[in-house]
């Protein structure tokens, strides 16, 4: 986890949140767009897990384009990047890609969850 | 209050938007499919648009249209789609700028008000009628015809038409039509004057053979023909 506002390379830019604040002028809606975040995210990991499982190629690439909408707005880039890589996958979806997939929303879910119970006083 | 119309499915974007465009000072509204965003236009009379292209219960194109045909707020498309075609599409049917996502919150700020700009800053409407041949133009109720046929223009394709017929066979040029439509701070690139003048000229020019009424004018900009269609 990264708090460096280019830090595109890592999985989660937190900086990113502290910019979004000030473009808001409160952390508050920050908070509340990270929670609506967080439960869409873990929405749309089901539904490409059970697309993949089925074989709806359709379906991946559908739930993972629409990861892409506020992933990078909200810093995370990791979900950001793979679901672009999800986005273009041929079908069957390799298995590596998917682990992948769960390892980065893994991490990106702690990470925003701790920004949202310590907020970003605490890091500064 | 400015008044924006959000029209997006999915909660943590449309949630996004909406802090972002209520802590600038906008008053907004949501909706999350087709149909509640039409029911929405027509009741809340919105300033801006905010469309996004994928939405659950209809394609975002004809949505476009349907919003187009209710009022002159404009649009102003969000796509995660990198698709040109989807783009160029939605202009032609009448959305005035295009976002593309993921979009930075300053980025989508600056083309709302560069939209309300475009639209609050244009001149004044002359009630002077202009007559070129069979083409009647009446800038104050915004009307346009050919003989007896109304013209079906955009608010857009009215302005391009507006400017042309000012002053009849003098050339405007890209540039100069360009502020006069959009206003000098639009920095999209020329496909989309190319685009509003394409559907232009097919609506003005529809039923004839000849050569359009609008002639380009190569090099140097658009001239709209004094007798008509020649």
């Known amino acids: 986890v990264s708090t460096h506002p280019d830090a595109e390379g890592t999985p989660v830019d937190l900086a990113a949140l502290d910019e979004l604040a000030v473009d808001l002028g409160s952390v508050e809606p920050v908070r509340s767009i990270v929670e609506t975040y967080l439960t869409e995210l873990g929405r749309r990991r089901e539904l490409v897990l059970a697309a993949a499982a089925a074989g709806d190629i359709d379906n991946v690439h559908h739930a993972a384009h629409l990861l892409r909408s506020t992933s990078r707005t909200l810093g995370a880039h990791g979900v950001d990047r793979v679901a672009a890589e999800l986005e273009a996958a041929p079908q069957p979806v390799d298995g590596g890609l998917l682990d992948r997939f769960e390892q980065v929303v893994r991490i990106t879910v702690s990470a925003l969850e701790g920004w949202i119970s310590e907020g970003p006083a605490s890091r500064s | ?230």
């Not at chain 2, 949630?15 to 039409?38: I, P």
């Not at chain 2, 236009?41 to 045909?69: K, N, Q």
Request: aromatic share 4%; net charge negative; hydrophobic share 40%.
């Open chain 2, 1 to 230: 209050m400015t008044h924006v119309l959000i029209i997006e499915d999915a909660p943590d974007a449309a949630e996004l938007a909406t802090a972002l465009l209520r802590s600038s000072g906008f008053d907004t509204s949501s909706a999350t499919t087709a149909a509640s965003a039409v029911d929405q236009a027509r009741s809340l009379r919105p300033d801006v648009i905010l469309l996004d292209l994928g939405l659950p219960d209809g394609d975002g194109i004809d949505l476009c249209r349907a919003l187009r045909e209710l009022g002159d707020a404009p649009i102003i498309i969000l796509t995660a789609r990198d698709d040109e075609v989807d783009k160029v599409l939605a202009l032609k049917l009448g959305a005035d700028d295009y976002v593309t996502k993921p979009y930075s919150p300053r980025e989508l700020l600056a083309r709302i008000e560069a939209v309300l700009r475009r639209t609050r800053s244009r001149p004044p409407s002359s009630d002077d009628e202009r007559r070129i041949g069979d083409l009647v133009v009446r800038p104050s109720s915004h009307q346009a015809h050919i003989g007896d046929r109304e013209l079906e223009l955009t608010r857009t394709e009215f302005a391009i038409l507006a400017a042309l017929t000012e002053h009849p066979d003098r050339v405007l040029s890209r540039t100069a039509l360009r502020e006069r439509v959009w206003g000098a701070d639009w920095y999209a690139g020329d496909h989309v004057v190319d685009v509003h003048m394409a559907n232009l000229r097919r609506k003005l020019d529809a039923g004839t053979d000849g050569p359009s009424r609008i002639r380009t004018v190569r090099g140097v900009g658009y001239r709209m023909a004094s007798a008509g269609a020649e």
